[in-house]
């Protein structure tokens, strides 16, 4: 069996996984759980985990249990997510909160957050079980931190950087570094994993930001400029604003108070972003990343888990939703 229907075997066993660790003795939260897993996620991170465990050597089942956990730790973040923005669709679908009351989807997150660790505990691996668990904390620490930032238009792009280093980063490397153990790597060989998995989440959520300005609903499954509406400036607009008048930054300051983008201001805002290279220095900004991640691969000998990793990297850099 080659690579690719190696990891095809492995996924499908991964959907099985996921079916298992959203069982629930109460039906609602299997599914809360099972409408949001299947709305069209791409599995990265257990694509991830499976094949950084493969670059040891390994190809047990205790990667897919951790490719299952890390999958349903995202999954309860954007649950609770789409609870704090108030979030009306999820990936074109009917958010899970706008089917079931916020109520029900904090609590079915924290359901998932605890089936997740039941499923790391049944690896027998503390070292795992802390660095997830690390995680999961910075992954609270992050949103925290953005609600703090919210319709704040003078920020940083270190605070940037912060955000989506706890938000994303720091979850694609615990699925890198958990991998890497399965794997048995030495030290040396699992932080240029961790690394790798790290820089990657950065230049995925940076792209993501592009994305949100130049898709559309069709094919992003929700309104683009939402994360405007949201208050929330994700790079292009904090490096374009280095850049505008008077004029431009009151406008866009009172399109964050007013928390509503017309087709217009849309247009403004997309017009506006090209112009002061908001978008052209995020996507070169990514690219580094990119390249620095793949640049952590240059420790390992040419091998297919290489190579699907490297692909892995520049398709995230060119996708478009």
Request: proline share 2%; net charge negative.
């Amino acid at each position: 069996m080659d690579l690719l229907d190696s990891i095809r075997s492995m996924m499908e066993s991964l959907e099985q996984e996921l079916i298992q660790q959203l069982k629930s003795r109460v039906p609602v939260a299997f599914e809360i759980g099972a409408h949001i897993m299947n709305s069209g996620g791409k599995r990265i991170r257990p694509q991830l985990a499976i094949i950084a465990a493969r670059m040891g050597g390994y190809a047990g089942t205790d990667a897919v249990t951790l490719s299952g956990a890390i999958e349903c730790i995202h999954t309860a973040t954007l649950l609770h997510d789409d609870v704090v923005d108030r979030a009306e669709t999820r990936r074109g679908r009917p958010s899970a909160n706008s089917l079931w009351s916020n109520e029900m989807c904090v609590l079915g997150g924290d359901f998932i957050l605890a089936k997740a660790f039941r499923a790391l505990t049944s690896l027998g691996n503390l070292r795992i079980l802390d660095i997830v668990s690390r995680t999961t904390e910075k992954l609270s620490e992050g949103e925290l931190f953005q609600m703090m930032n919210i319709g704040n238009i003078e920020m940083a792009e270190e605070d940037y950087i912060r955000i989506i280093t706890d938000k994303t980063a720091v979850l694609m490397e615990a699925a890198c570094r958990g991998g890497a153990i399965l794997g048995g790597l030495d030290a040396e060989r699992e932080e240029a994993l961790a690394d790798f998995g790290f820089n990657l989440g950065i230049a995925f959520q940076m792209t993501d930001d592009v994305i949100d300005y130049r898709s559309d609903v069709e094919t992003m499954g929700k309104e683009p400029g939402k994360d405007l509406e949201e208050g929330k400036l994700t790079l292009p607009l904090i490096i374009a604003l280095r850049k505008a008048d008077e004029v431009e930054k009151k406008r866009i300051t009172t399109m964050i108070k007013e928390k509503r983008l017309t087709t217009g201001d849309l247009e403004w805002m997309k017009g506006f972003l090209e112009k002061r290279g908001g978008i052209e220095e995020t996507l070169k900004k990514s690219r580094y990343y990119i390249n620095k991640a793949i640049g952590r691969l240059d420790i390992f000998p040419l091998s297919e888990e290489k190579t699907a990793l490297m692909k892995l990297a520049e398709k995230i850099l060119h996708r478009t939703y």
